[in-house]
């Protein structure tokens, strides 16, 4: 069962009014532990304004419903370097360690087509001038009488290369995370609540005591679930790419930059 954290004493919403270092230390306990001990937390009271999420789902599913060829415009440059920039259409990747590819399709480029810029502009202030990022993603209902392959999945098993993630769902679910006893078990949509998973960068400063979240999105069983679409938003939480990474012990991982770290990351799950 993942933890749900009240994050009220840090809460967005009073930013003029940080917390005491008593009323912080608890926290900062309880997050640490449900972290080591489980891989994944829920985050309620956070202050971040539901509605502008809400928005920007309603806004991406504009730009997934527009015809095929349009959206192909915004595709990804394969000879870029950088694979999560653009538009990826369904059934484009494929898990480092799977054979058949993911029933989803994803954007974070925002293109020219009418559609309210404002919301994400507001959204898009949390990760600049950062190398944070969004990304918005959308998973096709499976059509009638369509058999998934075997080891199908919507997103195949992953982990992600950033410090923290933070994953804002719709009501759909299907997502699973493996916590730190090896067992997938679901990240059931709560209302209100984000949920956080550790990336690579924080599994290497933490000395591998916290360990990156392994997670997937399954395709759902029963007639009326997998009829259903599936939207979330996610935001990665990035260092610099000139920030140092390293164990904060320096007894696991040599120090290097994160775009390095980045590089070798990207190459050992496509090699």
């Known amino acids: 069962m ?70 192909e415009k915004f595709s ?20 480092h360690d799977s054979t058949v590819a993911d029933l989803k399709e994803a954007y974070n480029t925002y293109p020219q087509w009418k559609g309210p810029r404002d919301t994400l502009t507001k959204l898009h202030s949390t990760d600049r001038p950062s190398h944070n990022s969004m990304r918005t993603l959308h998973y096709y209902p499976v059509p009638e009488g369509y058999k998934p392959q075997p080891g199908q999945t919507r997103c195949g098993k992953h982990t992600d290369i950033g410090s923290f993630t933070f994953i804002f769902q719709d009501n759909v679910g299907g997502l699973e995370i493996k916590n730190v006893s090896g067992e997938w078990v679901p990240a059931t949509p709560l209302p209100g609540a984000i949920l956080v998973i550790i990336g690579h960068a924080a599994q290497c400063w933490t000395d591998d005591k916290l360990k990156a979240t392994e997670h997937r999105v399954g395709v759902p069983d029963g007639d009326v679930n997998i009829a259903k679409g599936r939207q979330s938003v996610i935001f990665f939480g990035n260092p610099d790419n000139d920030a140092m990474l390293g164990s904060i012990k320096g007894t696991k991982y040599p120090a290097s930059k994160h775009d390095e770290f980045t590089a070798d990351f990207i190459y050992g799950i496509q090699s």
Do not use: W
Request: hydrophobic residues 30%; without cysteine; glycine residues 4%.
């Open 2 to 71: 993942i933890p749900v954290i009240d994050f009220s004493s840090y809460s967005l919403s009073d930013v003029r009014s940080p917390p005491s270092d008593e009323d912080l230390a608890p926290l900062a306990d309880e997050v640490y532990k449900a972290f080591s001990e489980v891989g994944a937390i829920y985050l309620k009271n956070h202050g971040f304004d539901q509605s502008l999420v809400d928005d920007y789902m309603n806004i991406s599913k504009k730009f997934f419903n527009l015809p095929k060829d349009v959206k």
């Open 76 to 95: 990804y440059d394969k000879e870029a370097g950088y694979m999560y920039h653009g538009y990826h259409h369904l059934q484009e990747h494929t898990s």
